[in-house]
């Protein structure tokens, strides 16, 4: 079965520095990966995706990841964060496309 | 403009009560799904359907059941043999995949329903 792992369940950035939230995945398949943002007490929404066009997927709100298959990682970065980025950011992984597995999620605190 | 409509926002059940989540789209979509949330377990399927008329087991299914009588809706009912219901609801939608150039189609979710015990 798939699986993604998200080092961290919380972390703290101050604001202007540096946001990665990890996520590793498992597969014996060529996966197709996805990074999601939860602001309280909605639903997600989708960051980016993997397409396989280009290891580095740029997203919306400043955001991007790379695709590491040596590593089966896809980390998600942000140079420089903004309050406004608190929130639970979630990495998922589909390799049939029928089903979804998610990450238990990693909560972004931005410090002013 | 197109999107996922769940209902209600927040929902309270009694002890011995079913309570049924609504869910509906416009998107066109095939296929919908429904999570349930815990703090910290991420988000976990309930149950998930391809096509009308057709619905599969997740990996948390007891307790629950579902109809997809119609493409737009995918209702979800609480039954009482779920013994810890209280949870954020979360339903999705994506389409379908079809062959290997639709398998990254991304899920689209509501903003979710709140459901509590009495």
């Known amino acids: 079965a798939q699986s993604v792992t998200q080092l961290g369940s919380h972390v703290s950035v101050s604001e202007g520095a540096l946001v990665l939230l990890r996520c590793n995945y498992s597969?014996?398949?060529?996966?197709?990966l996805f990074w999601y943002v939860q602001y309280p007490n909605q639903g997600l929404q989708l960051l980016l995706k993997?397409?396989?066009?280009?290891?580095l997927v740029k997203g919306i709100n400043g955001f991007e990841a790379e695709f590491k298959k040596s590593e089966t990682s896809f980390h998600l970065t942000k140079p420089s964060a903004h309050m406004s980025d608190a929130a639970e950011y979630f990495c998922?992984?589909?390799?049939?496309?029928?089903?979804?597995?998610f990450g238990t999620g990693t909560s972004l605190t931005v410090i002013p | 403009d197109g999107g996922i409509t769940q209902s209600p926002k927040y929902l309270f059940r009694k002890e011995g009560q079913n309570v049924t989540l609504s869910c509906e789209q416009n998107?066109?979509?095939?296929?919908m799904y429904w999570y349930r949330q815990d703090p910290g377990q991420g988000l976990r399927l309930i149950y998930y359907?391809?096509?009308?008329?057709?619905?599969q087991k997740g990996d948390i299914a007891e307790g629950y059941s579902v109809s997809r009588e119609k493409k737009e809706s995918f209702p979800l009912t609480v039954t009482s043999a779920q013994k810890n219901p209280t949870a954020f609801y979360l339903c999705?939608?994506?389409?379908?995949?079809?062959?290997?150039?639709?398998?990254?189609?991304?899920?689209?979710f509501g903003d979710g329903t709140r459901l509590s015990i009495l």
């Open positions: 999705a939608s994506s389409i379908a995949p079809q062959g290997a150039l639709t398998k990254n189609q991304p899920q689209h």
């Open positions: 597969s014996s398949v060529p996966p197709y």
């Open positions: 993997y397409t396989s066009a280009a290891t």
């Open positions: 998922a992984v589909s390799d049939t496309g029928n089903q979804f597995y």
């Open positions: 998107l066109n979509h095939d296929a």
């Open positions: 359907s391809q096509i009308v008329n057709d619905f």
